[in-house]
C-alpha cells in the first residue's frame, strides 16, 4: 500500500535509460551538461564507481531510498549534494518492511504505525537537512518489499535518478537477505547511484 506524505510531486516522462553512476559522473555531467552515452559507450549500461564515462542529461526530479540506517546516510548526503547541484526536485522514500517487523516465531516486534511514526520522523529530518541545504524536496513513506516499493516509486514519481546505499552484506547476508540495491540496479527503468557506506 502506498502512502504519500510532504507536497505533491509529479513531471513528465522522460523516458530515463537505467545506469549505474559515480556521484562525481553525475555532479560533473550536470555542472556540464554533456550529451548523453550510447549504451556501447557506456558498455553494458552500467557505470561503476571511479569509471569514467558522459552520463545522460535531464536531472530533474531523484529518489533517495533510505532505510535510515548509517548505511543510508552517505547516500543521503549524496542526493542532497546532487539536488542542490542540478536544481532537481529531491523526493526522499522510506520503506516499511512488515516482515522485518515481527521476531522468528511470529512475536510482533513493532507495530506497523510504530514503525512508520518512527520512519515519518525521519525521513521528515533528511527532508529537512535538504531544505536547509537550498534543495526542493518531499518525503513518502510507503509498505511492502523494499526493492519492489522503491522501483514502484521511481516509476510513480517519474524521477530521473535513483540514489541508494548499499549495505555491504558479506556473500551469507546477500545470499540470504538478497541485496535491495542489487535488485533495484538490475531491475530498474532509471538510472540508480549506488552509494558506498
Same mark, same amino acid.
Given at each position: 500500500m502506498a502512502h504519500r506524505n510532504g507536497p505533491d510531486v509529479t513531471g513528465p516522462d522522460r523516458g530515463a535509460?537505467?545506469?549505474i553512476v559515480s556521484m562525481e559522473q553525475v555532479v560533473e555531467h550536470t555542472l556540464a551538461r554533456k550529451s548523453p552515452p550510447s549504451l556501447s559507450e $557506456?558498455?553494458?549500461g552500467t557505470i561503476g564507481a571511479g569509471e569514467t564515462a558522459r552520463t545522460p542529461d535531464g536531472i530533474h526530479r531523484l529518489l533517495l531510498a533510505t532505510d535510515l540506517s548509517a548505511?543510508?546516510?552517505r547516500a543521503a548526503d549524496e542526493a542532497i549534494l546532487l539536488a542542490v547541484e542540478s536544481g532537481a526536485q529531491l523526493?526522499? +522514500?522510506s520503506v516499511i518492511d512488515p516482515g522485518r517487523l515481527r521476531l522468528p516465531g511470529g512475536r510482533i516486534l513493532r507495530r506497523v504505525d510504530q514503525e512508520r511514526s518512527r520512519i515519518e520522523i525521519g525521513v521528515q529530518m533528511v527532508v529537512?537537512? $535538504?531544505l536547509a541545504a537550498g534543495a526542493r524536496a518531499a518525503f513518502l513513506v510507503w509498505e511492502g518489499d523494499p526493492a519492489e516499493a522503491i522501483l514502484a516509486a521511481s516509476e510513480a514519481e517519474n524521477v530521473d535518478v535513483i540514489v541508494l546505499g548499499s549495505h555491504r552484506r558479506g556473500l551469507l547476508?546477500? +545470499?540470504i537477505l538478497g541485496s535491495t540495491s542489487a535488485r533495484v540496479s538490475?531491475? $530498474?527503468q532509471r538510472r540508480v547511484l549506488v552509494v558506498p557506506r
Open positions: 535509460t537505467p545506469m $557506456a558498455g553494458n548505511a543510508s546516510e523526493v526522499v +522514500l529537512g537537512r $535538504a547476508g546477500r +545470499l538490475e531491475q $530498474a
